[in-house]
């Protein structure tokens, strides 16, 4: 059957991710955030090894470049039919995936995962107070703050390497605008297309620094494998949490997003060995209750949208 075939069949033939978008309506965004979550702290935890052999910077890089490739194939981004708006907020995506991602995975090659995640979580969370207007909301931030205390700081000191936690500080920054940006393009682009244009720019954004870390990259053996944890981090968790943020809003998705310190503790402690004190376990006991009460509240926050119009992300370019 060809590819040209107009009407039905090509709309079968030419996936824009519009029909994985559009079957996702039915699932819940909490199950989506979690799926991410879980999905970005294992890929994260099989690539310590790979950025041992060769370095976070071309690691992440690498994942940034067959992540854009992949999606690209999947979903033909029609660059002819985009707007300035549509470039500039794909492009912006771009490079804020591109700084985050490199700065988390530098942070994880000198830190524990459980600490840096938790602290990247302070942008999230910043997200989660900015606009909150009941106590609910200011409470559950403060319960989850409280968490990201407890599992970065132990035995009276923080993690002992400081270029390890500002490299986690400056992905906290850049996870507050990833928020913040992925919201807007998830609403300008139909189906995945925004993500897929967001990955391309991330991809040309970090592979230059990646040849500056590494020249030879080109000629490394984990040069294949990294296509797996590209589709761990970022592309499955990215596509999952653009979905999600169609159905929820920011802030209810900031402070959800606070069991992912949680997620990378215990996955850091089974995968990496990286042991958890009595006083980092207290700490996941309160992003989980915080995410627990989030769910709930988020789903009276949807039952009350369902009764206004609500923007979906198929404004973009028929």
């Not at 890089?61 to 067959?66: D, H, V, Y």
């Not at 402070?255 to 996955?267: G, K, N, Q, T, Y």
């Amino acid at each position: 059957m060809s590819k040209k075939n107009s009407g039905d069949g090509e709309m079968a033939l030419a996936p824009d991710g519009s029909r994985i978008v559009a079957s996702s309506r039915s699932v819940p965004p909490e199950l989506m955030a979690i799926g991410s979550m879980f999905s970005v702290q294992l890929g994260a935890a099989l690539a310590v090894p790979v950025m041992a052999a060769i370095g976070p910077a071309t690691t992440t890089a690498l994942r940034l470049f067959w992540s854009g490739i992949l999606l690209a194939l999947f979903v033909r981004p029609r660059f002819s039919r985009m707007t300035p708006y549509q470039w500039l907020g794909g492009a912006s995506l771009g490079v804020v995936i591109a700084t985050m991602t490199v700065c988390y995975f530098v942070a994880i090659s000198r830190i524990p995962m459980g600490p840096a995640t938790s602290i990247e979580f302070l942008g999230p969370l910043g997200v989660a107070l900015i606009g909150a207007r009941k106590l609910i909301h200011l409470v559950l931030a403060i319960v989850a703050g409280t968490g990201v205390f407890l599992l970065t700081r132990e035995n009276a000191h923080w993690s002992v390497d400081v270029l390890g936690v500002g490299f986690a500080a400056a992905a906290a920054l850049g996870w507050a605008t990833y928020i913040l940006l992925m919201k807007r393009v998830g609403a300008a682009f139909p189906g995945l297309q925004g993500l897929s244009i967001a990955l391309l720019v991330a991809a040309v954004a970090a592979v230059p620094i990646s040849f500056a870390a590494r020249p030879n990259v080109l000629a490394v053996a984990p040069f294949v494998s990294t296509i797996g944890l590209a589709v761990l981090t970022p592309l499955l968790p990215y596509a999952l949490e653009m979905m999600a943020l169609r159905k929820m809003s920011t802030r209810a998705f900031g402070i959800f997003m606070s069991m992912e310190p949680a997620i990378s503790a215990v996955l850091g402690y089974v995968i990496l060995a990286q042991r958890l004190s009595l006083r980092q376990i207290s700490g996941i006991g309160c992003v989980v209750l915080a995410s627990a009460i989030t769910a709930v509240r988020n789903q009276e926050e949807i039952a009350s949208q369902k009764k206004t119009p609500m923007v979906q992300g198929d404004l973009g370019a028929p």
